[in-house]
């Protein structure tokens, strides 16, 4: 288990309002990203850090913000809920070269 | 983005049957994975490719990782109720870029 933890694991939200989830690690692993599953798309990349305060753009980043202020926590905001960002959202660590670990997923629903 | 197209989309197969899926790309990756992803959890790496027409297996489960560097199957034999779920392949492309690419998804049923 590479200790990654995510949370919430549920929300509902209403359009328009800011949601942040919260991606933990236990193992000070340098990378770390933020994944969205939609049906028919697989997962895609959202953003990623490299370490601290260093992050770069993925390939759906619009209408998403990220921070991480420690190694341990990798931050995704969504500044302004849209219904098109209702999906399942995965966090995951790369724990050696090319070979991710996901957390379980969070679950947001926008109303 | 990179478009990675996996087939089937669904099977569905009686116990003990093999299975076999792939994924293809219009261009070229480094590395090929294998990833399953249960209800309500995420994906879990099943195998890693590094090299043009390497041949890997874990247990019941082979992948090949095509000598054109543009596709991957995955192949599980005498398939058991446990393999039930969703497989995805996933790629690193020549760019290095660190973006990990995956494709849509075979969503696996074993009927005991």
């Known amino acids: 288990d590479a200790g990654i933890t995510q949370s919430p694991r549920h929300k509902v939200t209403e359009t328009g309002t800011p949601v942040t989830l919260r991606c933990h690690q236990t193992e000070n692993h340098r990378y770390m990203y933020w994944y969205r599953q939609d049906p028919g798309h697989g997962l895609r990349l959202i953003h990623y850090s490299y370490g601290v305060k260093d992050t770069d753009k993925g390939e759906v980043s619009d209408g998403y913000s990220v921070s991480r202020s420690k190694t341990e926590d990798f931050l995704l905001t969504l500044e302004s809920a849209t219904s098109s960002q209702t999906s399942v959202y995965f966090c995951?660590?790369?724990?050696?070269?090319?070979?991710?670990?996901f957390g379980s997923g969070t679950r947001l629903t926008v109303v | 983005g990179q478009q990675l197209n996996q087939s089937p989309q669904s099977m569905f197969i009686q116990e003990g049957e093999d299975v076999s899926m792939n994924c293809t790309s219009s261009?070229?990756?480094?590395?090929w994975l294998w990833y399953k992803q249960d209800p309500g959890e995420g994906p879990v790496l099943l195998i890693a490719l590094y090299k043009a027409g390497e041949l890997t297996s874990n247990g019941r489960l082979t992948a090949q990782f095509g000598i054109t560097r543009k596709d991957s199957f995955l192949n599980i034999s005498a398939s058991i109720p446990s393999d039930v779920g969703i497989y995805f392949c996933?790629?690193?492309?020549?760019?290095?870029?660190?973006?990990?690419?995956f494709g849509t998804g075979t969503r696996l049923t074993v009927i005991p």
């Open positions: 261009s070229i990756f480094n590395t």
């Open positions: 995951a660590i790369s724990v050696k070269q090319w070979s991710y670990t």
């Open positions: 996933a790629g690193f492309d020549q760019t290095g870029a660190n973006n990990l690419f």
